[in-house]
């Protein structure tokens, strides 16, 4: 290049990223915090997240921490990992699991990751090819949608029912697949609904998928976080229909979500994945990308084997009376509606009557104008596939849920239609 003279350079971005990334959570709840007015001396209230670690309500047990100080000072989880993950959390996690289960998962059976959110991204890589299609539930979690773009793999949308507790519609899963379907995905317990899914309803999901000759994607990184009428049940305890891959991780249950510790783990008696090259697909998938931390892999046995039932009661307690309140103080709030109570994780969706209210254009422009005025971060349901919808979480200290719903009232009285 002479004299200010261009040059046509061989590089650029590659814009497909740029899309996948425009439609995670993460990138929309940024773009809603990008409106907070720093003149407004409140504190910003987090109604859009799915992390309370930072209230002390929400602190991980001691045990945990303690497992993590032995296993760094041991010395023994200094080196790298084995492409799969540590043998004895392997064992742990797998041994763990296996209590609601049918049968007996094997360390085989178990393939760590980093957080859950690599299990999404691997599971996603490992079935991707030309042609083919992934179920995707609506509304569900956007880092499905973001991955099978990245990697091409066309997904398509069957609905949640919020009539019906947000079961998934399974004649319009029938419906949407094909030749060339590899699998459909479920969130239980539910992210973005809050729903649970019962024994029979998730028996109908794997029939509905062995009948497609397809196999379900169970994500249940809010296991066991259930405190409504309906018992969790793991989808892999119908591994014997059809074949379960389980994402899960102790981001949820243990509080610890920037731990990154996660697993993918195939429920399969019959051995299907492996006939079918899916198993050897996660490990060559694992043997070119990051594992998790060592010493975190290390602290695994210990924090499964010797948290007590007293620190997940006391999550649960919590999360039943915040969820309560969050459910009772929408109702005051003329322009959303909950089609149905929570039962578990962290979430509730709720309907936007936009009839109701003024200079408010739709979902999104609600989130924006809430958190200008406000200091109040919500998510807009498009986020979740469903416009004109909200994501409200409750894991958030009382004190704080409270004065957070108290203030999207008064941005609902502010903007309300003049009868």
């Not at 009948?211 to 259930?226: K, N, Q, R, T």
């Not at 405190?227 to 509080?255: C, D, E």
Request: proline content about 7%; aromatic content about 8%; glycine content about 8%.
């Amino acid at each position: 290049m002479e004299n200010g003279g261009r040059k046509r350079w061989g590089f650029r971005g590659n814009e497909e990223l740029d899309k996948a990334a425009s439609i995670t959570i993460r990138g929309v709840l940024n773009k809603v915090m990008s409106n907070l007015n720093p003149q407004d001396h409140r504190p910003v209230i987090p109604l859009g997240h799915g992390d309370p670690s930072a209230f002390s309500c929400f602190r991980t047990t001691p045990v945990a921490e303690d497992a993590i100080v032995d296993a760094l000072r041991s010395r023994k989880f200094n080196s790298y990992a084995p492409t799969v993950g540590i043998l004895p959390a392997r064992r742990a996690i797998a041994e763990h699991l296996s209590h609601d289960l049918p049968y007996k998962l094997s360390p085989d059976d178990i393939f760590l990751t980093i957080g859950c959110a690599q299990a999404i991204e691997l599971i996603i890589k490992v079935l991707a090819r030309p042609g083919a299609n992934i179920l995707l539930p609506r509304p569900g979690y956007a880092f499905y949608e973001a991955h099978a773009a990245a990697n091409h793999l066309e997904f398509r949308h069957f609905d949640l029912l919020p009539e019906k507790g947000w079961e998934v519609d399974l004649e319009g899963v029938k419906a949407l697949a094909d030749e060339n379907t590899v699998a459909m995905v479920i969130i239980n317990p539910g992210n973005p609904c809050g729903n649970i899914f019962t024994h029979e309803h998730l028996k109908k999901v794997a029939e509905t998928a062995r009948m497609l000759g397809i196999l379900v994607i169970s994500d249940e990184v809010y296991a066991h976080l259930a405190f409504g009428g309906n018992p969790y049940v793991p989808m892999g305890a119908f591994g014997s229909i059809t074949p379960v891959i389980t994402l899960g991780s102790i981001s949820k249950r243990w509080i610890v979500p920037g731990w990154r510790l996660g697993w993918l783990v195939t429920n399969d008696p019959n051995g299907i994945l492996h006939k079918s090259g899916v198993v050897e697909s996660i490990v060559s998938s694992l043997n070119i990308s990051s594992d998790p931390a060592t010493f975190i892999q290390g602290a695994v046995p210990h924090i499964i084997e010797k948290t007590t039932d007293d620190f997940y009661s006391k999550i649960i307690s919590i999360l039943r009376e915040t969820a309560d309140t969050c459910f009772d103080r929408i109702e005051d709030i003329p322009c959303l509606t909950c089609p149905h109570k929570p039962e578990g994780s962290m979430f509730v969706m709720v309907k936007l009557n936009l009839s109701l209210l003024e200079d408010i254009a739709d979902d999104k422009d609600f989130c924006t104008k809430l958190s200008k005025e406000e200091s109040v971060i919500v998510l807009p349901g498009f986020a979740v596939g469903m416009k004109n919808w909200l994501r409200i979480t409750f894991a958030i200290e009382p004190p704080s849920l409270e004065d957070g719903l108290g203030r999207i009232k008064a941005f609902y009285q502010r903007h309300a239609k003049k009868q």
